[in-house]
């Protein structure tokens, strides 16, 4: 059972890391027209879902 829980904290350490790197690079504009502004505003929503399921 424990291993299973390192592997879920793992992989929310990995996705809360891509999730802030993408966030970083939507705000300076390093993505540009890779991303379409609908999955940006997904990426914040989700972000911010991240952030909170962090939490508990």
Known sequence: MAQCR???N???????EISI???EK???GDLG???PNDLRAGHFQKFNY???SGTF
């Open 6 to 8: 390192d592997l879920e």
């Open 10 to 16: 793992h992989h929310h350490e990995k996705l809360l």
């Open 21 to 23: 790197s993408t966030l």
């Open 26 to 28: 939507i705000v300076e």
């Open 33 to 35: 027209e890779d991303l």
């Open 50 to 52: 991240v952030e909170a």
